[in-house]
């Protein structure tokens, strides 16, 4: 006898064989003819496995009231062709293990529908539902395809800190992490000794792994780092979170033109492979929560993506005659709303936007002749809006350190990434992708709280 996930147990159909499967109860249905239904879902699958219960099991009288939704069990049985619709296999109990009960009573997960604003608040229970346990396997596969594209491609997988003393962004919005007692700081006049601190330094959570990821690109070539950032960014919207898992490659001596070929054919890439990877849960996404999804997706996946500057799409924009909720002007940088009518209205398909200007982007970015725009890319996608910011990086010592002063930074502070303008500088480029994002876009969830376990917002750290 082997064990067995459900998954492999309905794709390969081992009819006659000896299984063992362990998991959770959904739901169970007593039969007059002797035997009771159990659905069953060890969490590898959408679909459910029944099992079949006949009352001559050993102990049936004494455990089968406890088989309630939610109740874990183990199940050793035979693999037999099953009459009932929507279904090619049932198991056919022959031992039955019961793990840990649920109460009926006390359950939250009862089945029936619940909302998205109930499950957060249980949210050490929603993977169980099918709409979470499909974000989970959707995210897995999107993951694991993300480290393929770059594996395949030669890039190495560094690790960079979440501690830092750089604020990669420039705009300080940043978590202070300090050991020092805060109701003692709280009655203290004057300044913090940052020297009796655990770094003897002012450190914070990571923004961006990007400039460590830039020393090991300018020594080691291609690399990407991906792992969690933390933004004390005070936006309580369906698009944000305070703690989120970001990709970031890193590729020396590319441009911008070579870092928007390659944000192109990573987008199209790893969306092709999640679905490849989970068709019954994409289609689960498709039928119950947006019925555009899987045409959303394979827009993107089978057309080239649009190139436009800033300037253009601005003057688009202007043009267009529709009544935009924020302004649109040269140097403002764009809203969700402009970016979603550039890409669902005006051409249809993705798009990239390039050359920003200056001021409203951080101070690594390479600045072009103008003197107004740096060479910054923006990939946006339909529903989503942007799903990639990049650029191609400032690798002239003068100019970064002129940029450092011009966006109020000491370089000084920095001295070790100007060192790489230093010693053997060379182009370089490099983007960032949020994973929450590209899930909203694979699954088609609104709130980006739902397709994270524990989200982290605003006056919200459950869990």
């Known amino acids: 006898m082997r064990r067995m996930k459900t998954a492999a147990i309905l794709s390969q159909a081992p009819i006659g064989e000896d299984v063992e499967v362990r998991g959770w109860v959904r739901t169970r249905r007593d039969s007059k003819q002797g035997f009771a239904f159990v659905?069953?879902?060890?969490?590898?699958?959408?679909?459910?496995?029944?099992?079949?219960?006949?009352?001559?099991?050993?102990?049936?009288?004494?455990?089968?009231?406890?088989?309630?939704?939610?109740?874990?069990?183990?199940?050793?049985?035979?693999?037999?062709?099953?009459?009932?619709?929507?279904?090619?296999?049932?198991?056919?109990?022959?031992?039955?293990?019961?793990?840990?009960?649920?109460?009926?009573?006390?359950?939250?997960l009862q089945k029936k529908q619940h909302s998205f604003e109930f499950l957060r608040e249980i949210a050490h229970l929603r993977p169980r539902t099918n709409t979470f346990g499909a974000i989970a396997r959707v995210r897995n596969a999107l993951s694991a395809a993300i480290h393929n594209f770059f594996q395949s491609r030669g890039f190495l997988y560094v690790h960079t800190p979440i501690i830092t003393t750089s604020d990669c962004e420039g705009a300080g919005q940043m978590f202070r992490v300090t050991t020092l007692d805060l109701a003692r700081l709280a009655q203290l006049k004057g300044e913090i000794d940052w020297g009796e601190d655990f770094f003897a330094k002012p450190a914070s959570l990571t923004v961006s792994g990007q400039l460590e990821a830039e020393t090991f690109a300018c020594a080691l070539g291609e690399c990407y780092t991906f792992g969690p950032t933390f933004r004390a960014e005070n936006s309580n919207t369906t698009r944000h979170l305070a703690e989120f898992w970001m990709v970031e490659p890193e590729m020396p001596f590319y441009d911008l033109a070579?870092?928007?070929?390659?944000?192109?054919?990573?987008?199209?890439?790893?969306?092709?492979?999640?679905?490849?990877?989970?068709?019954?849960?994409?289609?689960?996404?498709?039928?119950?929560?947006?019925?555009?999804?899987?045409?959303?997706?394979?827009?993107?996946?089978?057309?080239?993506?649009?190139?436009?500057?800033?300037?253009?799409?601005?003057?688009?924009?202007?043009?267009?005659?529709?009544?935009?909720?924020?302004?649109?002007?040269?140097?403002?940088?764009?809203?969700?709303?402009?970016?979603?009518?550039?890409?669902?209205?005006?051409?249809?398909?993705?798009?990239?936007?390039?050359?920003?200007?200056?001021?409203?982007?951080?101070?690594?970015?390479?600045?072009?002749?103008?003197?107004?725009?740096?060479?910054?890319?923006?990939?946006?996608?339909?529903?989503?809006?942007?799903?990639?910011?990049?650029?191609?990086?400032?690798?002239?010592?003068?100019?970064?350190?002129?940029?450092?002063?011009e966006c109020g930074l000491n370089p000084d502070d920095y001295w070790w990434y100007v060192d790489l303008r230093r010693y053997g500088t060379v182009p370089h480029a490099g983007f960032g992708l949020g994973l929450e994002r590209t899930l909203l876009l694979l699954t088609g969830m609104i709130n980006i709280r739902d397709v994270i376990a524990y989200p982290r917002t605003p006056k919200h750290a459950e869990f």
């Not at 669902?344 to 050359?355: A, C, G, T």
Request: glycine share 6%; with cysteine; proline share 5%.
């Open 258 to 405: 070579d870092n928007m070929d390659l944000a192109e054919t990573f987008i199209r890439t790893i969306l092709r492979d999640v679905l490849e990877r989970c068709p019954a849960d994409m289609e689960f996404f498709n039928q119950r929560i947006d019925k555009t999804v899987l045409e959303t997706l394979r827009n993107i996946t089978d057309n080239e993506f649009v190139r436009l500057s800033y300037t253009e799409a601005v003057g688009l924009l202007e043009n267009s005659g529709r009544k935009f909720e924020y302004p649109v002007r040269w140097g403002l940088d764009l809203q969700s709303e402009h970016e979603r009518y550039l890409t669902e209205e005006q051409f249809r398909r993705p798009v990239i936007l390039y050359d920003y200007p200056r001021a409203i982007k951080p101070f690594y970015m390479r600045c072009n002749d103008d003197g107004k725009t740096v060479r910054a890319m923006d990939v946006l996608v339909p529903r989503v809006g942007e799903i990639i910011g990049g650029s191609q990086r400032e690798e002239r010592l003068d100019v970064l350190v002129a940029r450092m002063t």
């Open 39 to 108: 659905e069953f879902n060890d969490g590898s699958t959408l679909a459910n496995l029944q099992i079949l219960v006949e009352t001559s099991l050993p102990g049936y009288a004494d455990w089968i009231h406890h088989l309630t939704t939610g109740a874990s069990i183990g199940v050793c049985g035979v693999v037999q062709a099953s009459p009932a619709k929507g279904q090619s296999v049932e198991l056919l109990a022959s031992a039955l293990t019961l793990y840990g009960t649920a109460p009926a009573e006390k359950y939250p």
